[in-house]
């Protein structure tokens, strides 16, 4: 009892997460600043803009619906922090069981809807076509993703994160049979995530928020956590997913080098956004379906040729 | 779906200067748009009867934040030709300089706005830092960053050392390289020119039709420059190479600017080169002898216009500026149609606003 | 192979810039260095000054203002806030009596309120 208490409330569960989230937004903004020759901010802005947030006054339009405005940062919140329970941290997963990588791929995709739903509930002009644009922006990268995704469970022959992880202990990491895979998550995870060059729906010069226009005080505070969570599982998934045949005798090295992995990773989300334009929907759209779908099913056709 | 109206300005991210557009979509496509201006209109034409023509100067370099020197060159120009005097060419070759070192950093700024609308914040964070170095390098010569207050009727204010023109030449060597690259940048990011290419193109008799100038006209196959066409000294001794393309498309607009620097570049290298020696200012009188003159001369944006009447007074009975923006706004609606939501942002950059010239 | 290589620049640009230190000045942390030549705060030399009013008449901001009773008695008044620091009295001053400095000028919330007294005539006398 104590002990699931733990796990929920403490680590791998919700302050660990945010936490972790606080830090990535960080080190992001923090890699960004740099590559365009800025300073960046200290390491407590994030949490400073949090405090901030939630302490700012609460507006929404005069018919929003205050109820589900309020709901859905939450359900959103709730939903990645539960994925984040079942993504193994450094190898440790205290929920582990046979699907969990399915339940994680639902519950991450949980805080799209309800980002579209937010723009469609909130009356905005800018805030409906944000959400319309989400939508869409969603149908053309989730496909290739969960295609990429299951390349490692076909290969692990298991649904289980953990599962596959001990697979990799035995072949050595899937990134060596799947680096094409691999790339196409990373893809897909910049889409998930609605950043540079994919930030099509929260495109400030297009469409001022996206979604979030009308969102104020608390409940931004909200969303901005949930984008900042769901960053950190995606990569905590996709690192165990492509890198996780680590199993060090020692926990301390485990964790170092899982670290150091994930650095690099935020290090190559950062990098991409710093040298891309963004996308047009139409050419995201093109994007997904006509160029990475094709190369996921051929990855697949590989990975399944090779488990014969 | 149906169509609904979006609010661009006169707040909004957009926008760095007030600007009102309505713009009609349906879905993700732009049916058409209209446009509001006026919003920082402060009378500058009418203030400019109640002044003398010495105040005038620190009047009209405020008409405009990124072009102020070509602005008041034009008018002590205007002035200068009223009074008969000719300016020594040590004056004129400084104010040459001034107005390159200007259209480079307006040029380098508008670059890093485009950037910034698609979504590509690093070129817009170095292409500022850029600027800055030019900035730098007329804060040094003149003393101001943005109100350089170069001219005064009758020469400029400053002259230039060797160390100076040292400092400049090495500043623009640097900038040289830095140009090259965002030329590569432009060439050849794959999202940039999927972003520019084909988007919202101009015929070159829409062009003309509007009487649209500069950059605009130039990336649609108009090969006007005022430099060139106008021959106001000292550009009648100096080779100016005019860069047209023929697509008038973004990637166009794109192409002719940073060009343009490169060009604008080499200009300043000889203008430092080529100086000649002697004074840089000749008395002139208060009181302008009757008479109205037309001087035109290429600000960064295309051709600025300058009309100055005088009554024999030390105040101008009448002075109508005509800046290159307000052609290329009325051309805006038309643009705005037949294009992605995403494309708004830029056509707007590709028009390089400058607000606070058309309204003044 | 050109075509690679300008596909490069960028990532090259970035690299270079994660390496180089950032170029933000800290200001007002760190120093910050204005040219010599800045048009900054005005300084004003009474002894010079001999009251033509020239400075005056070209001001476009209307940031001096003369009182005149006579050829040696008078006040030159400066409104710092209202002034553009646009050189125009250093340039008309005949004596050399008002300059630039290159100072930076603080603020204020009461534009017309904050006056110099440049030169007052009698009390210099007294
Ligand atoms: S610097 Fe210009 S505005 Fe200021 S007092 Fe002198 S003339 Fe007037
Ligand atoms: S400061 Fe110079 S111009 Fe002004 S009143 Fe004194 S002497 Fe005349």
Redo the contacts with the bound molecule.
Sequence with gaps: MFRSLFHLLVFPGFLFLVISGLTFEWLDRKFLARFQRRVGPPWYQPLADLIKLFSKEDLLPKNANDFLATLLPLISLSSVLTAGLYVPIAGYTPFSFEGDLIVIIFLMSVPTLAYYLAGIISLGIYSVLGGGRSLLQFFSYEVPLLIALSGPAILGRSWSVSTIMETQGRLGPFIIFQPLGFVLAVVGLIGKLKRDPFDIPKATSEVVGGSLTEFSGAKLGFWNLVMDIQAVVGIFLLIDLYFGWIKMSHPILAIAIFVIECLILILVLSGTSAIFARLRIDQLAGLGWRILVPLALLQIGFVILMGV | MDKISIPIGPQHPLLKEPLSMMVDISGEKVLGGSLRLGYVHRGIERLAQQRTYVQNIHLIERICGICSHVHTTTYCYAVEALLGIEIPPRAQYIRALMCELERIHSHLLWLGILAKHIGLDTIFMHTWHDREMVLDIMEEVSGGRISHAANQIGGVRFDLDEEKGEMIRKILIKLHSQVEGLLDVIESEPAAIARTKGVAPISPDLIKAYGVVGPIARASGVDVDMRRDASLPPYDQLEVKVITHSDGDAWARTFVRVEETRVSLNLCETIIREMPRGDVVVHAPRRVPEGEVIIRSEAPRGELFYYLRSDGSDKPARLKVRTPTLAALSLLPVQLSEINVADIPVVLAGVDLCIACADR | MDKIKKRFTLLNAVVEAMIKQPETIKYPFAAMELPEGFRGAIVFDPD?????????RDCPAEALH?NKKSREEYT?LHYPARCAYCGQ?ED????G??SHSNKLVGATTHKDDWVLVFKDSKASQE
């Design positions: 010079k000054c001999s009251g033509c009013g020239l400075c005056v003369i030159l009295c008309s001053c005949r004596h009596a008002i």
